[in-house]
């Protein structure tokens, strides 16, 4: 994967607990090109390492802008990129990686933001603008005071395709979800990100109401704990050697694989990048990601080993 050396050139308070950080080549040459839905991995001091999707205007080449949420329930990540990371500060990335990207032979496009999941939608936004593509935004927060990029919104060309909606505001413009989606036009895409909640609502509301599954697009911030109660031990077994390693009731995948020598490259270890998808070459999947559509799990040749497990008692990876 190629690795970005950037320095901080701005960082700005966008709302309660949200901060913008700006980011430029330390060179100071342009940065690659990216599309909408981009996001990038940032190394964080601390040794973490967390994606953040790109949400200024892809058109750009001297910046990537960057939103991060202090999360109470972070698991580091977050809280250090707010109380450790300011103008100045030097930072490793990754090149920029697109699993969200847009479908541009959609007749329409329907993006929906919860919360910091405005961040992808925003850059989706900006380009479809540029290219005149019909669209509409719904932007729901808490409050207008958690409102990321409000200002930089209502400052759009886009302005009057997004309508925000605020949990603490009147009935009357509080998103009415199952019309929306009732409302479905012909080769409309639907973009969704946010919470798990939300989205979890969205998704299921969109195949309630029949969205092909193909014009459905996502993506996850996070996810909750993978492990289960009454989770038992399977072993994995390496095609290319025939070895055979054990994981423990408490242990993933990947763990049991680094405990035993074998390294796979991961970043989130949620199930939501992707980073660690590995072939399967036998076995029946206990998918528990986020990352993969349902066709894909059912697909049964292909997990994450981050969190995802087995149902029968071994797996045969393609390692």
């Known amino acids: 994967m190629t690795m970005l050396d950037v320095i901080v050139s701005g960082k700005t308070v966008e709302a309660d607990d949200i901060c913008s950080f700006e980011l430029q080549a330390a060179d100071g040459r342009p940065l690659p090109a990216f599309s909408a839905g981009s996001h990038v991995d940032v190394h964080i001091p601390g040794g ?40 100045g500060s ?18 329409e496009h329907l993006l929906l933001a919860g919360g910091i999941g405005i961040t992808p939608l925003l850059c989706m936004a900006e380009r479809l603008a540029v290219t005149g593509a019909p669209f509409a935004l719904h932007y729901c927060t808490r409050s207008r005071a958690r409102t990321a990029f409000a200002d930089r919104i209502a400052a759009s060309a886009f302005a009057g395709r997004v309508q925000c909606h605020f949990d603490d505001g009147d009935a009357a413009q509080k998103l009415d979800l199952a019309a929306l989606l009732a409302d479905r036009k012909p080769g409309q895409h ?3 990100c946010g919470p798990q909640g939300f989205m979890d609502a969205v998704l299921g509301g969109a195949r309630a109401a029949g969205w092909p599954e193909g014009q459905l697009h ?66 029946d999947i206990d998918h528990r990601d986020l990352y993969l559509t349902p066709e894909e799990q059912a697909a049964n040749d292909q997990f994450l080993p981050c969190c995802s497990r087995a149902k029968s008692p071994r797996l045969v990876l393609d390692l």
């Open 190 to 192: 639907l973009y969704v």
């Open 218 to 283: 996502y993506e996850f911030f996070g996810a909750a704990p993978a492990a289960k109660a009454g989770d038992g031990g399977f072993e994995v077994q390496l095609a290319s050697s025939g070895r055979l390693i054990n994981v423990a009731p408490e242990q993933s995948v990947v763990q049991a694989l680094a405990a035993a020598g074998v390294v796979v490259a991961t970043s989130c270890e949620q199930g939501v990048c992707g980073t660690c998808l590995t072939r399967v070459m036998a076995g």
């Open 48 to 87: 973490l390492v967390r994606q953040y999707s790109l949400c200024n205007d892809p058109a750009e080449a001297h910046r990537y802008l960057i939103a991060v949420l202090k999360d109470a329930a972070s698991r580091g990540g977050s809280a250090a990129m707010h109380d450790r990371v300011a103008v």
């Open 90 to 107: 030097r930072l490793t990335i990754s090149a920029p990686r697109n699993h969200f990207a847009l479908a541009h032979d959609a007749a």
